[in-house]
T-cell receptor, first 117, second 113 residues
Framework: GAVVSQHPSRVICKSGTSVKIECRSL??????MFWYRQFPKQSLMLMAT?????????EQGVEKDKFLINHASLTLSTLTVTSAHPEDSSFYIC?????????????FGAGTRLSVL | GQQVMQIPQYQHVQEGEDFTTYCNSS?????IQWYKQRPGGHPVFLIQ?????EVKKQKRLTFQFGEAKKNSSLHITATQTTDVGTYFC?????????????FGKGTLLTVNP
């Protein structure tokens, strides 16, 4: 159990276009999901926390108008990279929090490789 | 702000050798979690430590939480090729009920068969 699906796995787009990434918890409900950015051979940088039914909270330095997050249901959060530019090229990965035997565990999606030309 | 540091950044071992990665936080942690990310894969939860001085084992993996709850270690005995991947420690980020995590930079383990 505790499967998180992320789609698409890879996207290539032109500069100036918007890209939507979906994160779904397939077999559990998640009131909280997280969006990370991971640079090659580096750690996971938390971008924002997505809360079902309320506005996302963004980490310092992350532009909320650039990275739009919607968590419309208990199983789906979306990240839209608006007006993407080459510097937005990165690996974006989501996670969904689930409490298992008293432990808050983050279950990660497979990630989305974004390449902006 | 809170920082979680991990060393070493890379570790290459011969199969059968032991491996240890160390994690240090700039602040006291209520708990610490460890995740493993295989090459090309996504992070997978391994364990959570909560108590000061706690030691937990999972087969060949031994996890420790320091007495001051500011450091932790993961030790793998007799590494196997299946142990290859990046091991991350993560501590709670700030307060609140969202259970956000601050991840260390990770230690990439490669194993020579």
């Amino acid at each position: 159990g505790a499967v998180v699906s992320q789609h698409p796995s890879r996207v290539i787009c032109k500069s100036g276009t918007s890209v939507k990434i979906e994160c779904r918890s397939l077999d559990f409900q998640a009131t909280t999901m997280f969006w990370y950015r991971q640079f090659p051979k580096q750690s996971l940088m938390l971008m924002a926390t997505s809360n079902e039914g309320s506005k996302a909270t963004y980490e310092q330095g992350v532009e909320k108008d650039k990275f739009l997050i919607n968590h419309a249901s208990l199983t789906l959060s979306t990240l839209t990279v608006t007006s993407a530019h080459p510097e937005d090229s990165s690996f974006y990965i989501c996670s969904a929090r689930r409490r298992d035997r008293g432990v808050n565990i983050q279950y990660f999606g497979a990630g989305t490789r974004l390449s902006v030309l | 702000g809170q920082q979680v540091m991990q060393i070493p950044q890379y570790q290459h071992v011969q199969e059968g050798e032991d491996f240890t990665t160390y994690c240090n936080s700039s602040t006291t942690l209520s708990n610490i979690q460890w995740y493993k990310q295989r090459p090309g894969g996504h992070p997978v939860f391994l364990i959570q430590l909560v108590k000061s001085g706690e030691v937990k084992k999972q087969k060949r993996l031994t996890f420790q939480f320091g007495e001051a709850k500011k450091n932790s270690s993961l030790h793998i005995t007799a590494t196997q090729t299946t142990d290859v991947g990046t091991y991350f420690c993560a501590g709670p980020k700030g307060g609140g009920s969202n259970y956000k995590l601050t991840f260390g930079k990770g230690t990439l383990l490669t194993v020579n068969p």
